[in-house]
């Protein structure tokens, strides 16, 4: 564990995390966290975690990012971008999948932990420093993960649809010797 002023003491990769944060505040960068709750049509539509990595890069600096798993069958990625503007088209990062916030929150606790001083919300969770039920994986890997979850999507969405359709053509095919049972039977009384 690394110490920072005033006998804080901060882990060395957070350390260098609230560094990376206050040369980003010193360039006269402004925070922002931006979280991506990803789903089948966004992915279906080509927005997923690399077009939205790739249009944060074109905005600012990424400083940060984290995967969430959010339940079941939710997951997030949370973003904390330094940039030199505000965001101006909150509306079309919603309509991707992303909520836009201000990270002043994060700029607080990064100035707590690097000047020793009281954190506003020491208890409260944050979304940048991985708690016990989060884990952290390469983002390479993270997306061949996605990619793959995707394809098992479809490729279980196409065997619903082939079991369906053999399924109707079992009954056809029941309901045909039922048929011919019953015409047998018919033929076998009259004689």
Known sequence: MGTAKLGCKVAPSDSAFLTRIEEAKARGLLLWKYTFSPTRDLD????NVNSIREQLLKGGEILKANPLVKGKDALQFEFLVAARETPSDLA???ARGVAVQPAEEE???SLALLTGGPSSGETEHNPFLAP???????LKRLDDLMRITGEMVIHRSRLDAQLSRV??????VEAYAAGRRDHVN???RSN
């Open 92 to 94: 079309a990062w919603e």
């Open 186 to 188: 018919e033929l076998n």
């Open 107 to 109: 700029q607080a606790r």
């Open 132 to 138: 016990s039920r989060i884990v952290r994986v390469d």
């Open 167 to 172: 399924n109707g053509g079992a009954g056809r």
């Open 44 to 47: 279906l539509a080509g927005v």
